[in-house]
Nanobody, 124 residues
C-alpha cells in the first residue's frame, strides 16, 4: 500500500500561482504512475493531471493544459503540481493519488491510493 500526503494549498488571487507537493511512501511507488485530481463543492471528483512512472509522459485535462505542470522526483519520493494562471474555477480540494499502472491515465479507478487532499481557493 502506498501512502500519499499533499501540501501546498492555500488562497491565491486569480492569475496567480501555487505549487502543490505530494510525499509518497510505501512499496515501490516509484514504479507506478501518480496523479492529481480535484473536487469542487457539489461536483464530482475530476482528473487534473497524471505522470508515468519515470516522469517521461504526462497527461492533462483540457481545462488545465498549458497552465499546470505535473512532475516527479523519484529520488525524493515527491510529486508536484505547478499551477499557473489560476482561475476562480480552479477552486477545489486537490488530491494526490498513486496509481496501479506504470503508465499515466486519467481514470479514477486506476488510482487506488489517495491522500486527504489540500484546499486551493482562487479569488477573483
Amino acid at each position: 500500500q502506498v501512502q500519499v500526503v499533499e501540501s501546498g494549498g492555500g488562497l491565491v488571487q486569480a492569475r496567480g500561482s501555487l505549487r502543490l507537493s505530494c510525499a509518497a511512501s510505501g512499496h515501490t511507488h516509484s514504479n507506478y504512475a501518480m496523479g492529481w485530481f480535484r473536487q469542487a463543492p457539489g461536483k464530482e471528483r475530476e482528473f487534473v493531471a497524471a505522470i508515468n512512472w519515470n516522469g517521461y509522459n504526462t497527461v492533462y485535462s483540457n481545462s488545465v493544459k498549458g497552465r499546470f505542470t505535473i512532475s516527479r522526483d523519484n529520488v525524493k519520493n515527491m510529486v508536484y503540481l505547478q499551477m499557473n494562471s489560476l482561475k476562480p474555477e480552479d477552486t477545489a480540494v486537490y488530491y494526490c493519488a498513486a496509481g496501479r499502472l506504470s503508465v499515466a491515465t486519467s481514470r479514477v479507478q486506476d488510482f487506488p491510493s489517495w491522500g486527504q487532499g489540500t484546499q486551493v481557493t482562487v479569488s477573483s
